[in-house]
């Protein structure tokens, strides 16, 4: 069982940067993959990053690519998503979860209860 718990969001100009952490519980996060995703209102959840348990690999949304990178730390069980040129687009709620398979859609076993980034132009 993982427990994981985001944090950094906030309100920030068009492009300035924020950090995104995701705090996990649970002994077996170092040995699952990260995801990174997203929802602004009246759109569906959406892949942003993604990366391995050991953080060699990583992946990409498109529209974030060059912008955005996910990281993690496996000793203090914890993820990053750190965010630069950050524009209106990115507006949304932010999830992390985790899962034994690194993958780009939604099924990770378990997901954190998000955090607001609110992007003004």
């Known amino acids: 069982q993982v427990q994981l718990v985001e944090s950094g969001g906030g309100l920030v100009q068009a492009g300035n940067s924020l950090r995104l952490s995701c705090a996990a519980s649970?002994?077996?996060?170092?040995?699952?993959?990260m995801g990174w995703f997203r929802q602004a209102p009246g759109k569906e959840r959406e892949f942003v990053a993604a990366i391995n348990w050991s953080g060699v690999s990583t992946y990409y949304a498109d529209s974030v690519k060059g912008r955005f990178a996910i990281s993690r730390d496996n000793a203090k069980k914890t993820g990053y998503l750190q965010m630069n040129s950050l524009k209106p687009d990115d507006t949304a709620v932010y999830y992390c979860?985790?899962?034994?398979?690194?993958?780009?859609?939604?099924?990770?076993?378990?997901w954190g209860q998000g955090t607001q980034v609110t992007v003004s132009s």
């Open positions: 979860a985790a899962g034994p398979l690194v993958v780009t859609t939604t099924s990770y076993d378990y």
């Open positions: 649970g002994r077996t996060f170092s040995s699952y993959a």
